[in-house]
Protein backbone atom coordinates (compact mmCIF):
# COMPACT_ATOMS: atom_id res chain seq x y z
CA UNK A 1 0.00 0.00 0.00
CA UNK A 2 3.28 2.31 -0.18
CA UNK A 3 1.67 3.93 -3.53
CA UNK A 4 -1.38 5.69 -1.29
CA UNK A 5 1.28 7.77 0.45
CA UNK A 6 2.87 8.31 -2.51
CA UNK A 7 1.64 11.51 -4.15
CA UNK A 8 -0.70 11.51 -7.83
CA UNK A 9 2.32 13.36 -9.30
CA UNK A 10 5.24 11.99 -7.31
CA UNK A 11 9.05 12.53 -9.33
CA UNK A 12 8.83 8.95 -9.90
CA UNK A 13 5.72 9.03 -11.46
CA UNK A 14 6.59 12.26 -13.73
CA UNK A 15 9.35 10.04 -14.75
CA UNK A 16 7.08 7.91 -16.25
CA UNK A 17 5.54 10.49 -18.43
CA UNK A 18 8.01 11.85 -18.99
CA UNK A 19 11.13 9.62 -20.21
CA UNK A 20 9.12 8.05 -23.23
CA UNK A 21 9.40 10.92 -25.11
CA UNK A 22 12.66 11.06 -25.35
CA UNK A 23 15.20 8.99 -23.78
CA UNK A 24 13.36 5.96 -23.85
CA UNK A 25 11.22 6.72 -26.89
CA UNK A 26 9.40 3.67 -28.28
CA UNK A 27 9.86 4.38 -31.68
CA UNK A 28 13.55 5.11 -31.46
CA UNK A 29 14.94 3.51 -29.07
CA UNK A 30 13.12 0.84 -28.11
CA UNK A 31 11.98 -0.27 -31.40
CA UNK A 32 8.54 -0.51 -31.02
CA UNK A 33 5.14 0.08 -32.90
CA UNK A 34 7.14 0.80 -36.73
CA UNK A 35 5.14 -1.11 -38.21
CA UNK A 36 1.95 0.70 -38.60
CA UNK A 37 3.17 4.28 -37.64
CA UNK A 38 5.26 4.97 -40.92
CA UNK A 39 2.81 4.12 -43.56
CA UNK A 40 -0.23 7.04 -42.46
CA UNK A 41 2.93 10.06 -41.95
CA UNK A 42 1.87 10.95 -45.61
CA UNK A 43 -0.31 14.02 -44.02
CA UNK A 44 -0.72 15.50 -41.05
CA UNK A 45 -4.70 14.98 -40.76
CA UNK A 46 -4.31 11.01 -40.75
CA UNK A 47 -1.34 11.05 -38.70
CA UNK A 48 -2.77 13.08 -35.57
CA UNK A 49 -5.90 10.79 -35.67
CA UNK A 50 -3.48 7.85 -35.44
CA UNK A 51 -1.96 9.37 -32.83
CA UNK A 52 -4.87 10.19 -30.74
CA UNK A 53 -6.21 6.30 -31.48
CA UNK A 54 -3.47 4.99 -30.15
CA UNK A 55 -3.16 7.20 -27.38
CA UNK A 56 -7.00 6.29 -26.31
CA UNK A 57 -6.12 2.62 -26.70
CA UNK A 58 -2.99 2.22 -24.65
CA UNK A 59 -3.76 3.98 -21.58
CA UNK A 60 -7.24 2.36 -21.39
CA UNK A 61 -5.71 -0.93 -22.19
CA UNK A 62 -3.07 -0.61 -20.25
CA UNK A 63 -5.03 0.14 -17.02
CA UNK A 64 -7.94 -2.71 -17.65
CA UNK A 65 -4.62 -4.96 -18.11
CA UNK A 66 -3.24 -3.91 -14.71
CA UNK A 67 -6.50 -4.47 -12.98
CA UNK A 68 -7.18 -8.10 -13.93
CA UNK A 69 -3.08 -8.44 -13.96
CA UNK A 70 -3.95 -11.07 -11.16
CA UNK A 71 -6.28 -12.77 -12.45
CA UNK A 72 -4.81 -13.87 -16.20
CA UNK A 73 -3.28 -17.04 -16.10
CA UNK A 74 0.38 -16.38 -17.34
CA UNK A 75 -0.18 -18.74 -19.81
CA UNK A 76 -3.15 -17.69 -21.57
CA UNK A 77 -1.73 -13.80 -21.18
CA UNK A 78 -1.23 -13.05 -25.07
CA UNK A 79 -4.40 -14.11 -26.28
CA UNK A 80 -6.68 -12.63 -23.10
CA UNK A 81 -4.12 -8.91 -23.90
CA UNK A 82 -5.23 -9.22 -27.77
CA UNK A 83 -8.67 -9.65 -26.95
CA UNK A 84 -8.90 -6.77 -24.54
CA UNK A 85 -6.92 -4.43 -27.15
CA UNK A 86 -9.11 -6.09 -30.03
CA UNK A 87 -11.92 -4.64 -28.24
CA UNK A 88 -10.46 -1.35 -27.78
CA UNK A 89 -9.83 -1.21 -31.45
CA UNK A 90 -12.92 -1.64 -32.41
CA UNK A 91 -14.52 0.79 -30.24
CA UNK A 92 -12.07 3.51 -31.42
CA UNK A 93 -12.49 2.14 -35.52
CA UNK A 94 -17.10 2.67 -35.36
CA UNK A 95 -15.98 5.97 -33.87
CA UNK A 96 -13.54 6.80 -36.45
CA UNK A 97 -16.44 5.34 -39.26
CA UNK A 98 -18.82 7.78 -37.65
CA UNK A 99 -17.38 10.98 -37.04
CA UNK A 100 -14.06 11.34 -39.53
CA UNK A 101 -15.12 8.88 -41.99
CA UNK A 102 -12.77 10.50 -44.54
CA UNK A 103 -9.91 10.04 -42.40
CA UNK A 104 -10.87 6.19 -41.32
CA UNK A 105 -10.68 5.59 -45.45
CA UNK A 106 -7.57 6.74 -45.92
CA UNK A 107 -6.20 4.81 -42.30
CA UNK A 108 -7.93 2.00 -44.03
CA UNK A 109 -6.40 -1.38 -42.43
CA UNK A 110 -4.13 0.45 -40.54
CA UNK A 111 -6.59 0.93 -37.71
CA UNK A 112 -6.60 -2.46 -37.46
CA UNK A 113 -3.39 -3.12 -37.36
CA UNK A 114 -3.13 -0.79 -33.85
CA UNK A 115 -4.00 -4.40 -32.39
CA UNK A 116 -0.68 -5.65 -33.65
CA UNK A 117 1.06 -2.36 -32.81
CA UNK A 118 4.03 -3.66 -30.76
CA UNK A 119 3.96 -0.61 -28.90
CA UNK A 120 1.08 -1.65 -27.32
CA UNK A 121 1.44 -5.48 -26.27
CA UNK A 122 5.02 -4.32 -25.65
CA UNK A 123 3.96 -2.15 -23.00
CA UNK A 124 1.39 -4.47 -21.36
CA UNK A 125 3.71 -7.35 -21.17
CA UNK A 126 6.83 -5.01 -19.39
CA UNK A 127 4.57 -2.63 -17.88
CA UNK A 128 0.88 -3.25 -16.87
CA UNK A 129 1.03 -6.76 -16.10
CA UNK A 130 3.25 -5.79 -12.78
CA UNK A 131 2.41 -2.71 -12.01
CA UNK A 132 -1.00 -0.67 -10.42
CA UNK A 133 -3.72 0.69 -12.58
CA UNK A 134 -2.53 4.80 -12.21
CA UNK A 135 1.01 3.84 -12.84
CA UNK A 136 -0.15 2.05 -15.98
CA UNK A 137 -2.05 4.64 -17.21
CA UNK A 138 0.93 7.56 -17.50
CA UNK A 139 3.48 4.34 -18.47
CA UNK A 140 0.95 4.46 -21.08
CA UNK A 141 -0.24 7.90 -21.91
CA UNK A 142 3.96 8.66 -21.74
CA UNK A 143 4.64 6.59 -24.29
CA UNK A 144 1.45 7.43 -26.70
CA UNK A 145 3.13 10.69 -26.49
CA UNK A 146 6.38 9.40 -27.48
CA UNK A 147 5.03 7.45 -30.43
CA UNK A 148 2.91 10.25 -31.64
CA UNK A 149 5.02 13.13 -31.32
CA UNK A 150 7.64 11.13 -33.79
CA UNK A 151 4.52 10.42 -35.72
CA UNK A 152 3.35 14.15 -35.87
CA UNK A 153 6.95 15.23 -36.55
CA UNK A 154 7.80 12.41 -39.54
CA UNK A 155 4.60 13.65 -41.30
CA UNK A 156 4.80 17.27 -40.61
CA UNK A 157 7.99 16.80 -42.81
CA UNK A 158 6.65 15.00 -45.54
CA UNK A 159 3.48 17.26 -45.81
CA UNK A 160 5.68 20.00 -45.74
CA UNK A 161 8.75 18.90 -48.28
CA UNK A 162 7.00 16.83 -50.07
CA UNK A 163 3.44 18.77 -51.17
CA UNK A 164 3.96 22.25 -49.43
CA UNK A 165 1.28 22.14 -47.31
CA UNK A 166 -0.07 22.08 -43.68
CA UNK A 167 -3.26 20.67 -42.60
CA UNK A 168 -3.97 21.23 -46.30
CA UNK A 169 -3.04 24.86 -46.53
CA UNK A 170 -0.45 25.85 -48.93
CA UNK A 171 2.00 27.35 -46.64
CA UNK A 172 4.57 27.70 -49.57
CA UNK A 173 2.82 28.71 -51.95
CA UNK A 174 1.62 31.85 -49.35
CA UNK A 175 5.09 32.41 -48.56
CA UNK A 176 5.86 32.97 -52.10
CA UNK A 177 8.57 30.66 -52.45
CA UNK A 178 7.12 29.32 -55.71
CA UNK A 179 7.95 32.33 -57.46
CA UNK A 180 11.49 32.22 -56.53
CA UNK A 181 11.64 28.87 -58.23
CA UNK A 182 11.44 26.09 -55.59
CA UNK A 183 10.02 23.31 -56.12
CA UNK A 184 8.16 20.43 -54.10
CA UNK A 185 10.10 17.27 -53.65
CA UNK A 186 7.63 14.58 -54.73
CA UNK A 187 10.43 11.98 -53.32
CA UNK A 188 9.23 12.73 -49.82
CA UNK A 189 5.21 11.45 -50.61
CA UNK A 190 7.05 7.93 -51.18
CA UNK A 191 6.86 5.45 -48.42
CA UNK A 192 11.09 5.24 -48.66
CA UNK A 193 11.47 8.43 -47.43
CA UNK A 194 9.69 7.59 -44.09
CA UNK A 195 12.39 5.09 -43.27
CA UNK A 196 15.19 7.72 -44.30
CA UNK A 197 12.77 10.91 -41.83
CA UNK A 198 13.14 8.29 -39.23
CA UNK A 199 16.66 7.34 -39.45
CA UNK A 200 17.41 11.05 -39.10
CA UNK A 201 15.94 11.51 -36.05
CA UNK A 202 17.30 8.58 -34.48
CA UNK A 203 20.62 10.08 -35.78
CA UNK A 204 19.96 13.47 -34.45
CA UNK A 205 18.68 11.94 -30.98
CA UNK A 206 21.90 9.76 -30.27
CA UNK A 207 24.42 12.88 -31.26
CA UNK A 208 22.54 14.50 -28.62
CA UNK A 209 22.41 11.66 -26.11
CA UNK A 210 25.36 9.82 -26.46
CA UNK A 211 24.81 6.92 -23.89
CA UNK A 212 22.15 5.50 -26.44
CA UNK A 213 24.47 4.45 -29.13
CA UNK A 214 24.88 1.13 -29.86
CA UNK A 215 28.04 -0.66 -30.05
CA UNK B 1 -4.35 -18.18 -64.72
CA UNK B 2 -2.78 -15.17 -65.64
CA UNK B 3 -4.37 -13.62 -63.22
CA UNK B 4 -3.66 -15.38 -60.32
CA UNK B 5 -0.03 -15.06 -61.95
CA UNK B 6 -0.45 -11.64 -61.83
CA UNK B 7 -1.53 -11.70 -58.34
CA UNK B 8 1.41 -13.62 -56.95
CA UNK B 9 3.89 -11.13 -58.28
CA UNK B 10 2.34 -8.46 -57.29
CA UNK B 11 2.26 -9.10 -53.85
CA UNK B 12 5.85 -10.06 -54.13
CA UNK B 13 7.61 -6.83 -55.44
CA UNK B 14 5.01 -4.02 -55.79
CA UNK B 15 3.46 -4.48 -52.81
CA UNK B 16 6.03 -5.74 -50.91
CA UNK B 17 4.85 -6.18 -47.33
CA UNK B 18 7.59 -4.14 -45.84
CA UNK B 19 8.61 -1.59 -48.69
CA UNK B 20 5.22 -0.56 -49.63
CA UNK B 21 3.55 -0.91 -46.41
CA UNK B 22 6.04 -1.47 -43.32
CA UNK B 23 4.03 -4.08 -42.16
CA UNK B 24 5.98 -6.21 -39.69
CA UNK B 25 8.59 -4.07 -39.17
CA UNK B 26 9.28 -5.12 -35.98
CA UNK B 27 10.08 -8.50 -36.10
CA UNK B 28 12.00 -7.49 -39.35
CA UNK B 29 14.26 -5.42 -37.29
CA UNK B 30 14.55 -7.48 -34.64
CA UNK B 31 15.25 -10.99 -36.10
CA UNK B 32 17.35 -9.63 -39.15
CA UNK B 33 20.83 -9.49 -37.58
CA UNK B 34 22.43 -13.09 -38.95
CA UNK B 35 20.89 -14.35 -42.32
CA UNK B 36 20.14 -18.11 -40.34
CA UNK B 37 17.93 -16.73 -37.96
CA UNK B 38 16.50 -14.27 -40.41
CA UNK B 39 15.66 -17.38 -43.02
CA UNK B 40 14.14 -18.92 -39.85
CA UNK B 41 11.88 -16.54 -39.75
CA UNK B 42 10.96 -15.76 -43.07
CA UNK B 43 10.23 -19.25 -43.61
CA UNK B 44 7.47 -18.97 -40.39
CA UNK B 45 6.24 -16.24 -41.78
CA UNK B 46 5.21 -17.78 -45.31
CA UNK B 47 4.04 -20.36 -43.56
CA UNK B 48 1.74 -18.52 -41.03
CA UNK B 49 0.61 -16.53 -44.40
CA UNK B 50 -0.27 -19.11 -46.37
CA UNK B 51 -2.68 -21.01 -43.59
CA UNK B 52 -4.23 -17.74 -42.56
CA UNK B 53 -5.31 -15.60 -45.46
CA UNK B 54 -7.58 -18.59 -46.80
CA UNK B 55 -9.29 -19.36 -43.53
CA UNK B 56 -9.75 -15.71 -42.67
CA UNK B 57 -11.18 -15.53 -46.65
CA UNK B 58 -13.89 -18.69 -45.75
CA UNK B 59 -14.70 -16.35 -42.51
CA UNK B 60 -15.04 -13.08 -44.21
CA UNK B 61 -17.13 -14.52 -47.13
CA UNK B 62 -19.42 -17.23 -45.44
CA UNK B 63 -19.83 -15.16 -41.76
CA UNK B 64 -18.69 -11.77 -41.76
CA UNK B 65 -19.85 -9.85 -44.62
CA UNK B 66 -22.79 -8.41 -45.17
CA UNK B 67 -24.88 -11.07 -46.39
CA UNK B 68 -22.63 -13.61 -46.15
CA UNK B 69 -24.83 -15.61 -44.06
CA UNK B 70 -27.87 -16.48 -46.36
CA UNK B 71 -26.14 -20.26 -46.41
CA UNK B 72 -27.81 -20.87 -42.85
CA UNK B 73 -31.02 -18.83 -43.67
CA UNK B 74 -32.67 -16.38 -46.23
CA UNK B 75 -33.58 -13.91 -42.93
CA UNK B 76 -29.60 -13.25 -42.40
CA UNK B 77 -29.57 -11.20 -45.54
CA UNK B 78 -29.24 -8.10 -43.86
CA UNK B 79 -27.04 -8.66 -41.09
CA UNK B 80 -23.39 -7.25 -41.49
CA UNK B 81 -20.78 -9.09 -38.80
CA UNK B 82 -18.33 -6.78 -40.39
CA UNK B 83 -17.22 -5.30 -37.37
CA UNK B 84 -16.40 -8.10 -35.61
CA UNK B 85 -13.34 -8.86 -37.89
CA UNK B 86 -10.48 -7.49 -36.23
CA UNK B 87 -11.33 -9.64 -33.19
CA UNK B 88 -11.88 -13.08 -35.21
CA UNK B 89 -8.75 -12.01 -37.62
CA UNK B 90 -6.81 -12.43 -35.02
CA UNK B 91 -8.05 -15.09 -33.16
CA UNK B 92 -7.59 -16.86 -35.81
CA UNK B 93 -4.13 -16.04 -36.10
CA UNK B 94 -3.16 -16.22 -32.46
CA UNK B 95 -4.80 -20.51 -32.74
CA UNK B 96 -3.51 -21.41 -35.93
CA UNK B 97 -0.19 -19.77 -35.14
CA UNK B 98 -0.46 -22.41 -31.88
CA UNK B 99 -1.51 -25.12 -34.08
CA UNK B 100 0.81 -24.56 -36.98
CA UNK B 101 3.53 -24.46 -34.04
CA UNK B 102 2.05 -27.83 -32.21
CA UNK B 103 2.29 -29.69 -36.17
CA UNK B 104 5.67 -28.94 -36.52
CA UNK B 105 7.02 -29.62 -33.27
CA UNK B 106 5.08 -33.30 -33.81
CA UNK B 107 6.23 -34.16 -37.65
CA UNK B 108 9.21 -32.26 -38.12
CA UNK B 109 11.20 -31.61 -34.45
CA UNK B 110 14.41 -30.93 -36.75
CA UNK B 111 11.98 -27.62 -38.18
CA UNK B 112 10.61 -26.68 -34.95
CA UNK B 113 13.83 -26.42 -33.23
CA UNK B 114 14.95 -24.08 -36.11
CA UNK B 115 11.66 -22.34 -36.05
CA UNK B 116 10.41 -22.75 -32.46
CA UNK B 117 11.40 -19.38 -31.13
CA UNK B 118 9.83 -17.29 -34.11
CA UNK B 119 6.76 -19.03 -34.17
CA UNK B 120 4.62 -17.18 -31.17
CA UNK B 121 6.39 -14.33 -32.13
CA UNK B 122 4.60 -14.26 -35.76
CA UNK B 123 0.94 -13.73 -33.79
CA UNK B 124 2.27 -10.65 -33.03
CA UNK B 125 3.79 -9.41 -36.17
CA UNK B 126 1.29 -6.77 -38.22
CA UNK B 127 2.49 -8.80 -41.38
CA UNK B 128 0.16 -11.66 -40.66
CA UNK B 129 -3.15 -9.52 -39.36
CA UNK B 130 -2.49 -6.82 -42.33
CA UNK B 131 -2.94 -9.69 -44.85
CA UNK B 132 -5.67 -10.61 -43.83
CA UNK B 133 -7.12 -6.73 -43.48
CA UNK B 134 -5.61 -6.63 -47.11
CA UNK B 135 -7.30 -9.11 -48.52
CA UNK B 136 -10.64 -7.99 -46.95
CA UNK B 137 -10.26 -5.00 -48.05
CA UNK B 138 -9.17 -5.89 -52.03
CA UNK B 139 -11.82 -8.37 -52.09
CA UNK B 140 -10.74 -11.23 -53.81
CA UNK B 141 -13.19 -13.08 -56.00
CA UNK B 142 -11.88 -17.14 -54.97
CA UNK B 143 -9.98 -18.76 -52.40
CA UNK B 144 -7.70 -19.38 -54.95
CA UNK B 145 -6.18 -15.98 -55.20
CA UNK B 146 -6.44 -15.02 -51.77
CA UNK B 147 -4.07 -18.21 -50.88
CA UNK B 148 -1.94 -17.00 -53.70
CA UNK B 149 -2.15 -13.51 -52.75
CA UNK B 150 -0.90 -15.20 -49.02
CA UNK B 151 2.01 -17.02 -50.32
CA UNK B 152 3.13 -14.04 -52.26
CA UNK B 153 3.12 -11.57 -49.37
CA UNK B 154 5.27 -14.06 -47.39
CA UNK B 155 8.04 -14.45 -50.33
CA UNK B 156 8.04 -10.74 -50.36
CA UNK B 157 8.56 -10.79 -46.45
CA UNK B 158 11.16 -13.42 -46.92
CA UNK B 159 13.12 -11.69 -49.41
CA UNK B 160 13.29 -8.52 -47.84
CA UNK B 161 14.28 -9.96 -44.35
CA UNK B 162 16.98 -11.97 -45.83
CA UNK B 163 18.45 -8.85 -47.86
CA UNK B 164 18.23 -6.63 -45.05
CA UNK B 165 20.31 -9.54 -42.76
CA UNK B 166 22.82 -10.08 -45.20
CA UNK B 167 23.25 -6.39 -45.98
CA UNK B 168 23.31 -6.03 -41.61
CA UNK B 169 26.03 -8.52 -41.71
CA UNK B 170 28.62 -6.67 -44.06
CA UNK B 171 28.14 -3.73 -42.47
CA UNK B 172 29.39 -4.41 -39.73
CA UNK B 173 33.13 -4.05 -40.95
CA UNK B 174 32.18 -0.22 -42.32
CA UNK B 175 32.78 3.28 -40.54
CA UNK B 176 29.27 3.88 -39.74
CA UNK B 177 29.11 7.05 -37.68
CA UNK B 178 28.46 6.26 -33.94
CA UNK B 179 24.84 7.63 -33.70
CA UNK B 180 23.41 6.32 -36.62
CA UNK B 181 24.91 2.46 -35.99
CA UNK B 182 22.67 -0.28 -35.51
CA UNK B 183 19.32 1.49 -35.50
CA UNK B 184 19.82 4.22 -37.83
CA UNK B 185 21.55 2.76 -40.39
CA UNK B 186 19.00 -0.06 -40.62
CA UNK B 187 16.69 2.53 -41.15
CA UNK B 188 18.28 4.38 -43.89
CA UNK B 189 19.44 1.36 -45.78
CA UNK B 190 15.53 -0.42 -45.52
CA UNK B 191 13.97 3.36 -47.37
CA UNK B 192 17.01 2.98 -49.86
CA UNK B 193 16.24 -0.94 -50.87
CA UNK B 194 12.48 0.55 -50.77
CA UNK B 195 13.30 3.26 -53.47
CA UNK B 196 15.26 0.20 -55.61
CA UNK B 197 12.27 -1.96 -55.01
CA UNK B 198 10.15 0.54 -56.62
CA UNK B 199 11.32 0.08 -60.06
CA UNK B 200 8.99 -2.63 -60.31
CA UNK B 201 6.55 -0.54 -60.19
CA UNK B 202 4.01 -0.92 -63.25
CA UNK B 203 4.62 -4.48 -64.12
CA UNK B 204 2.32 -6.50 -65.47
CA UNK B 205 1.97 -10.18 -66.88
Known sequence: MSDKKEALFSKK????LIDPLNDNNPVTTQVLGICSALAITVQLKPAIVMAISVLVVMSVANVV???MRN???SRIRIIVQLVVIAALVILVD???KAFVYDVSKELSVFVGLIITNCIIMGRLEAFALGNRPWKSFLDGLGNAFGYGWILIAVAFFREL????TLFGYPVLEKM???EMGYENNGMMILPPMALITVGIIIWIQRMKNRDLIES | M???ANIFIK????DNMIFAYFLGMCSYLAVSKTVKTSVGMGFAVIFVLGFTIPINYLLENFILKQGALVWLSESFVDVDLGFLSFIMFIAIIASMVQLVEMIVEKFSPALYGSLGIFLPLIAVNCAILGGSLFMQERAYTSIVEATVFGLGSGIGWFLAIVAIAAIREKIRYSHVPAPLRGLGITFIITGLMGIAFMSFMGIKL
Do not use: C, D, M, T
Open chain 1, 161 to 164: LGAG
Open chain 1, 94 to 96: QVL
Open chain 1, 71 to 73: LIP
Open chain 1, 13 to 16: NRKL
Open chain 1, 176 to 178: GLY
Open chain 2, 2 to 4: QEL
Open chain 2, 11 to 14: SIFI
Open chain 1, 65 to 67: VSL
